[in-house]
């Protein structure tokens, strides 16, 4: 009952996307629930925050430049993410530069403080106002050719297979530390 509406429910542990539903009146609390709960291991529920998905990938301890996702139905779900032409994705995004330098220093302090290591993608929401809202920190994401990391290495001069090399030499760096 204490929950607010709209917002998003999901899986705590899941991917993809999978079992993440925008909830936007109280009849669709319950069965979102019931769906995430079938998706992971617990759900978890959070404020909905209307804006633009910008999202920056942090390697090695530096951000890559960061990528904004437009979905053509609103919401970046399993089908946007894999059916080509379901999203549109930009990377660097177009945001001005001080929002872009902003928006790394914080991925990269998080990433930081939370201890990761190698390739993890930050989740932000940018509101209306200018505000980066931060969501969540995918600490495996997504590595074919055109997921949202390689799109990113990408815009950085980086080929795909510098990213996978840098990605397995940092792993070996880690294990001699």
């Given at each position: 009952a204490g929950l607010p509406v709209p917002c998003?429910?999901?899986p705590v542990d899941s991917g993809s996307s999978l079992g993440v539903e925008i909830?936007?009146?109280r009849a669709g609390l319950i069965p979102a629930i019931e769906n995430a709960a079938r998706s992971g291991?617990?759900?978890l529920a959070e404020d909905f925050i209307s804006g633009r998905e910008i999202q920056i990938s942090v390697l090695s301890g530096?951000?890559?430049p960061s990528i904004e996702i437009r979905p053509g139905?609103?919401?970046y779900g399993y089908r946007e993410k894999y059916q080509p032409g379901a999203a549109v994705e930009l990377s660097p995004a177009p945001i001005p530069p001080e929002a872009e330098r902003e928006l790394a220093a914080f991925a990269v302090?998080?990433?930081k403080a939370l201890g990761l290591k190698n390739l993890a993608r930050a989740d932000?929401?940018?509101d209306g106002e200018g505000h980066f809202w931060f969501l969540e920190f995918n600490t495996l994401p997504g590595l074919t050719p055109t997921s949202l990391a390689p799109q990113e290495a990408a815009a950085a001069?980086?080929?795909y297979e510098e990213l996978c090399a840098e990605i397995v030499n940092s792993a070996f760096e880690e294990d001699e530390k």
């Open positions: 998003v429910v999901k909830v936007r009146d291991s617990g759900v530096r951000a890559l139905d609103g919401f302090a998080a990433y932000f929401i940018l001069g980086m080929t």
